[in-house]
Structure formats: C-alpha cells, structure tokens
Nanobody
Framework: QVQLVESGGGFVQAGGSLRLSCAAS?????MGWFRQAPGKEREFVSA?????LYADSVKGRFTISRDNAKNTVFLQMNSLKPEDTAVYYC????????????????WGQGTQVTVSS
C-alpha cells in the first residue's frame, strides 16, 4: 500500500500563489490532485503520468510537475481565486490516468487551501 503525504496548503489572498507537494512512499504510474469545497463533491484538478491533464477551471493558472526519483508530485497554483478554496487531495494510480477518482488507488489526507477575496 502506497502512502501519500501532502504539504504546502495555507491561506493566501486572491491573486496569490501556493505550491502543493505530495510525497509517495513508493512508485506510482500516475499522480494527481483533486479538491473538495464545503458542500460540494470532490472534483478533479490535475494529474500527470507521461502527459498532463487539467480541469478547465485551472488551465493556465495551475501547473503540475513530478519528480520521479523522489516519487513526488507538485502543484504550482498561481492567480488563485476565492473559488479555489478547498481541501486538496493527492491521488496516486497503479496503472491508469484519468479525470475520475476511480482511476486512482491511493489517497492522501488532504491539505486546506483558503483564498480570501
């Protein structure tokens, strides 16, 4: 069982930036990020394996990258908006990459991102 540990969440004003990190205890085929705001369902943000996927709502503002040697994925979040406020969850897939949570087998505990207006 691969363990995922997120870090880097916090509080920022609108227009600011944050960088999330997620370290996996072992190798995974894909890694990604989902988020869940209060009262809403968990939604896809971005993912990476040999290529990258982004939700339309974050394209051009967020950048995902990966350090395979360290089994770590990063999410650079720029031009943050209040609607980006959510708990961000790291996800890892054994052999698939996709927009659905069903594509991922491992999950972190989440890190809070709060963007004030």
């Amino acid at each position: 069982q691969v363990q995922l540990v997120e870090s880097g969440g916090g509080f920022v004003q609108a227009g600011g930036s944050l960088r999330l990190s997620c370290a996996a205890s072992g190798p995974t085929f894909s890694m990604g990020w989902f988020r869940q705001a209060p009262g809403k369902e968990r939604e896809f943000v971005s993912a990476i394996s040999g290529y990258t996927l982004y939700a339309d709502s974050v394209k051009g503002r967020f950048t995902i990258s990966r350090d395979n040697a360290k089994n770590t994925v990063f999410l650079q979040m720029n031009s943050l908006k209040p609607e980006d406020t959510a708990v961000y969850y790291c996800a890892g897939g054994r052999n698939t990459l996709g927009y659905s949570a069903r594509n991922y087998d491992y999950w972190g505990q989440g890190t809070q991102v709060t963007v004030s207006s």
